[in-house]
């Protein structure tokens, strides 16, 4: 399966843009950097970071370990790049990793709305019909008048969704455990179906700190979101027996 990195015009004002050798290595390290989390070793090598050594990149790479040394260590001064170093390896994690991922749904969507704008455009004023997906416009006299009506339906989400949503705003949820959770309550939130996955990630986001607040009192599931965060547990852990 081919993977794809998005990189955006910006690019050419990078600070380090002059520098063919910095552009080289940090390209490199975008390509190299896992898509989703890895076991290596016995450890995982999360999203968006890579198991490797300066040796292994300057022969990947045809540059010196010198320069790779003094290369990594700019990329690091800039926040682009985090490097955590051992006596075995080097694990190197890229800072905003999600920016220079292309989301496939999203794209998709975006070619098939710009497709049925056009075929619309294409037809005569008269002949155009409500859309049946995103807005219906209504005509009076065959004239437009703009008026517009968005319908929202719920789209189960991937678990790549879920990992980007969680990974963008820091969030320390599981995203297979959520995932796996609500597939197997058909996507309900107590006896009602989930209108907004994200709002429910984030929901789980605050159980998690309350109970990182405190740990170090033991406190039964107080409300429905709590008492579906421990039969989630529970599922997961028989999924992995």
Same mark, same amino acid.
């Given at each position: 399966?081919?993977?794809?990195? @998005?990189? +955006?015009?910006?690019?050419?004002?990078?600070?380090?843009?002059?520098?063919?050798?910095?552009?080289?290595?940090?390209?490199?390290?975008?390509?190299?950097? +896992?898509?989703?989390?890895?076991?290596?070793?016995?450890?995982?090598?999360?999203?968006?970071?890579?198991?490797?050594?300066?040796?292994?990149?300057?022969?990947?790479?045809?540059?010196?370990?010198?320069?790779?040394?003094?290369?990594? +260590?700019?990329?690091?001064?800039?926040?682009?790049?985090?490097?955590?170093?051992?006596?075995?390896?080097?694990?190197?994690?890229?800072?905003?990793?999600?920016?220079?991922?292309?989301?496939?749904?999203?794209?998709?969507?975006?070619?098939?709305?710009?497709?049925?704008?056009?075929?619309?455009?294409?037809?005569?004023?008269?002949?155009?019909?409500?859309?049946?997906?995103?807005?219906?416009?209504?005509? @009076?006299?065959?004239?437009?008048?703009?008026?517009?009506?968005?319908?929202?339906?719920?789209?189960?989400?991937?678990?790549?969704?879920?990992?980007?949503?969680?990974?963008?705003?820091?969030?320390?949820?599981?995203?297979?455990?959520?995932?796996?959770?609500?597939?197997?309550?058909?996507?309900?939130?107590?006896?009602?179906?989930?209108?907004?996955?994200?709002?429910?990630?984030?929901?789980?986001?605050?159980?998690?700190?309350?109970?990182?607040?405190?740990?170090?009192?033991? +406190?039964?599931?107080?409300?429905?979101?709590?008492?579906?965060?421990?039969?989630?547990?529970?599922?997961?852990?028989?999924?992995?027996?």
């Amino acid at each position: 399966m081919e993977r794809w990195i @998005k990189l +955006n015009e910006k690019l050419l004002s990078w600070e380090w843009f002059d520098n063919s050798e910095m552009v080289h290595l940090f390209i490199y390290c975008l390509l190299k950097a +896992n898509f989703k989390p890895k076991k290596w070793h016995g450890i995982i090598i999360e999203r968006g970071s890579f198991v490797t050594s300066r040796a292994k990149i300057s022969e990947e790479t045809k540059v010196s370990e010198r320069t790779i040394r003094t290369c990594l +260590n700019r990329l690091i001064s800039t926040n682009e790049l985090t490097i955590k170093t051992t006596k075995q390896f080097t694990i190197i994690t890229i800072s905003k990793y999600e920016s220079y991922q292309l989301n496939e749904s999203i794209t998709d969507q975006r070619n098939d709305q710009v497709a049925d704008q056009q075929a619309t455009n294409d037809r005569p004023m008269i002949d155009q019909q409500p859309t049946t997906t995103i807005e219906r416009i209504e005509y @009076k006299n065959n004239i437009n008048i703009g008026k517009e009506e968005k319908r929202k339906v719920f789209q189960k989400p991937t678990i790549k969704e879920i990992y980007s949503f969680i990974h963008e705003n820091s969030y320390s949820v599981d995203a297979e455990k959520f995932f796996y959770f609500y597939e197997s309550n058909g996507w309900r939130v107590g006896k009602n179906k989930m209108k907004d996955w994200k709002a429910s990630v984030r929901t789980w986001q605050k159980s998690d700190n309350s109970k990182n607040k405190n740990h170090d009192t033991e +406190n039964k599931p107080n409300n429905r979101e709590d008492r579906e965060r421990e039969f989630a547990e529970h599922i997961v852990s028989k999924l992995g027996d």
